[in-house]
């Protein structure tokens, strides 16, 4: 039996999210990696059998066999045959706003009964209504995401077949053919929305949200490649701050002492003010990043604006890690923009390549194996959404690693939110830390790295 043949594009990504988020809740622990493997994999399959598509979703999306059961019937939901619907009771509106309902049934009785002419206003109206527009900044992504959540196709689509059933009694093939008849509008009506969010949808939306804004793991492609070109000046201007700062230092505090003694000579006037001025001491700056899957592109970002700052530190050390942890400042030399952080995953993986991070042993290793350089000058800033996978997060190695430093900086992309969802273990790896830092877009970015200072 087939299934519904799935959007492409940004559409397939934003369908993939959504599933995930329903598996989530659900109860079944499902990591960022795991919905970029999906929809690569959908990529590879055919997208118009079920089985297919089933397999794919599965063991990309499942680590645990425990999970196979709330998973099947998470598929069975979205992309398994209609199910039937009640009809509601008179005056029984299941919807709380009044203007969605009418929307939604307005959709559903134009794919019941094959109004294509219909579908282009109700795609406008969809996208004004959910899309955010004018409300929130975000890619065209994460508008068809959220336009898809707020407008609930599924239920759209079996009441479509429920109006259908409504008309007179059908045969099993009249039956099979109607919904095949609704899902083919439905796949016609996601490009319309698709098409209306690239359009702007005529209602004066906001020009594209600067790259400062946008979400690291949000990012579309021509997105990520703004932010690459936003990282130097962004870099140039945090540099150029971080100098101004030092000079304004550079005066000291009003010596009062000193500044009376040496008015004797002026009649009691203070014409020459002595100054206290600390002795500058730069911090020693260790930067661990995690380069796997969408972490990588974070990592480049955070490493892109330290190493702008590299004279504020005396002791600058880069460090990369994925299951296994290896320093990467010699390969860096002040040199980032030449390198691709994604190319450093070979010599951050132990030699069984699982390319799924461990931070629990990389945390082991990294104590074992630099520990012993550690100093209290020394400030470790760990980049990564703090995922352990299930396993032993390594919270003992962290707390002895901040024992044996000035202090440590966890840097997280995933909206706070997420945290604690499913493997993230952030609020545990919080109690280890000095500060767990919520970075999602550049903007926060350069705010804690500016802080480092």
């Known amino acids: 039996m087939g299934t519904t043949p799935l959007p492409t594009g940004d559409a397939l990504v934003a369908v993939v999210l959504a599933f995930a988020d329903q598996l989530r809740t659900s109860g079944v622990d499902v990591p960022t990696s795991g919905v970029v493997d999906a929809v690569a994999a959908l990529e590879q399959v055919d997208a118009t059998s079920r089985s297919e598509t089933r397999v794919a979703l599965a063991t990309t999306l499942v680590k645990h066999s425990g999970h196979l059961a709330a998973f099947d019937a998470a598929f069975e939901r979205w992309f398994g045959p209609p199910m039937p619907l009640p009809p509601p009771a008179a005056g029984d509106d299941p919807l709380d706003d009044a203007e969605d309902a009418a929307l939604r049934r307005r959709l559903a009785q134009a794919l019941a009964s094959g109004d294509v002419d219909a579908l282009p206003a109700l795609a406008a109206q969809a996208v004004r209504r959910w899309a955010g527009f004018g409300v929130v900044a975000g890619s065209d992504r994460y508008r068809l995401h959220r336009l898809l959540r707020g407008l609930d196709l599924s239920a759209v689509r079996q009441d479509a077949v429920r109006r259908g059933r409504g008309a007179g009694r059908r045969t099993a093939l009249d039956e099979r053919l109607a919904q095949a008849d609704v899902e083919a509008l439905l796949d016609r009506y996601r490009q319309m929305l698709a098409a209306e ?57 009003l010596d009062m002492r000193r500044t009376l003694r040496g008015s004797l000579q002026s009649g009691g006037v203070p014409l020459d003010p002595a100054y206290r001025h600390r002795p500058r001491t730069r911090p020693e700056l260790w930067v661990l990043c995690d380069v796997s899957g969408s972490m990588a592109e974070f990592s480049r970002f955070t490493l892109a604006l330290v190493y702008a700052l590299h004279e504020e530190f005396s002791g600058l050390r880069t460090f990369v890690f994925v299951d296994d942890v290896q320093e990467i400042t010699d390969v860096l030399d002040r040199r980032l923009h030449d390198v691709d952080p994604y190319a450093l995953l070979a010599r951050a993986s132990a030699s069984r390549a699982r390319h799924r991070s461990d931070y629990g042993r990389v945390l082991r290793s990294f104590l074992d194996r630099y520990g012993g350089q550690l100093s209290p000058r020394a400030t470790l800033v760990v980049t990564g959404d703090a995922r352990s996978h299930h396993g032993d ?26 945290w604690d969802q499913g493997d993230s273990v952030a609020s545990l790896y919080a ?12 903007r926060q970015l350069g705010a804690c790295v500016t802080e480092l200072l």
């Open 197 to 253: 969010i690239r359009a702007g949808a005529d209602v004066g939306a906001p020009a594209t949200p600067s790259p400062d804004e946008v979400d690291f793991l949000r990012a579309s492609t021509g997105e990520l490649r703004d932010m690459r070109a936003a990282v130097r000046p962004l870099a140039r201007r945090l540099a150029a701050k971080a100098a101004h700062q030092q000079r304004r230092s550079r005066g000291g505090r």
């Open 431 to 442: 109690l280890a830390c000095d500060r767990m830092a919520e970075v999602r877009n550049l």
């Open 393 to 418: 997060p390594g919270l003992h190695a962290l707390r002895e690693i901040q024992r044996r430093s000035r202090r440590i900086w966890f840097l997280n992309p995933e909206p706070r939110d997420r």
